[in-house]
């Protein structure tokens, strides 16, 4: 495996899902509420550019991998004449647009809908997309980018709540207001993520022939349990610890604050267990 | 998060076999009376760019009439006319999903 290559995925994943997340919360909770706090400028501004910047890593990286050299014409070649890069390309756009919507004055709409189609654009080369028969591919891919965007909308959601528990402290209002809000949403998140991942892998392991590597299955089986605990931590949030926080007992504050922290330290093992299984082959021949 | 990924870099990988091949004509081992082309069909769709065929006989030379041509998850390579005698396939091929793969196989013609 390309150590680099997964190394550069992961940061690129994790910055563009969380930017995408935070500020579909904000976006959305705008819809219904008065001006919500939701990642500051500088992080945004941060996510933005080291999206940008970890997009060309990757096509560079990419490059190399398939020619043996960075040179004028070989990108010029991946670019034109790949699927991934032709799709990089416009992701490239998109991306530069997001990181300098991340510093102009435009709301968090603009932004959602420059990150939402970036992050979605990753699927048209994942493994889900590429198996199975050539008629279906979009629909595949449409899944994988739903499976990508609902992730980034958890992954981001808690990046935001984490925000109001530690560094702008929220009344015990705002919290359990924003707390609500995202279980209500990250519900419906989390069930799309599970749908179009378990169609997902349904696709790569069954679509395929040979063998299951068993690299693959057990990043695979780490990437579920992982997610698995995520879900038993929100389901505990959104029963348990947010009615204890609307009655203002400490101890739930305290509760929930770990468990956020947890949980976003979770969804970016997971980040990193993806960076790295879009490298390896599902099965061997 | 990084250590994790260093930790997966750091571990002997199986090699990678995203486009496999999925059958051959003429097939690995086979002998056959002639051969026009070399067809090979893959489990992923191709970028026709970064995929080839190359076929050669027993002392190395080239064997391939035109430069090998791929659309979806098929390739195949115009050959010269064939003597009698062994002929090695090698190919390449790099997947939508940007993974290369890459074998060889042996056919014999026998008029």
Redesign the interface.
Known sequence: ?N?AL??VR?AHL?CLMTLFGAESMTALWRTGHSAHEGLPRWLLGLLGFTALITALLWLML?VE??GGGIAPAAIE?VTY????GRAMAVRLVLLALLAAATVAPVGPSVRVLLSGAALGAIAV???A???GA?EY?FLRAANDGLHLLAAGFWLGGLAVLARLIFAHPASTETLVASVRFFSRLGTVAVALLVVAGTFNAYLILFE???RW???YLT?LAAKLVLAAIMIALALTNRLSLLPGLARNDAEARDSLTISVVAELVLG??I???V??L????P??? | ??A???A????P??????A???HANPAAGATVKGAARVTLGF???L????SGIEVSDAAGHDETAAKATAA??EMEVRLKPLARGSYRVSWHA????????E?AFRFTVAP
Request: net charge negative; glycine share 10%.
């Open positions: 495996m150590f997964a190394v992961t994790a990419v991998q398939l070649s004449q790949t699927l991934f080369s994942s493994h997309a590429a198996a050539a591919f395929g022939q040979g590597s068993a690299t990043l970016l093992l980040v990193a267990i960076g790295a879009g490298l390896l082959a099965t061997m021949g | 998060m990084l994790v990924v260093a997966l870099g750091l571990q990988m199986p090699a990678a076999a995203h496999m091949l999925e489990s992923e769709e970028e026709p760019a970064f979806g998850t790099v997947s939508v999903d940007t993974h290369r793969t074998g």
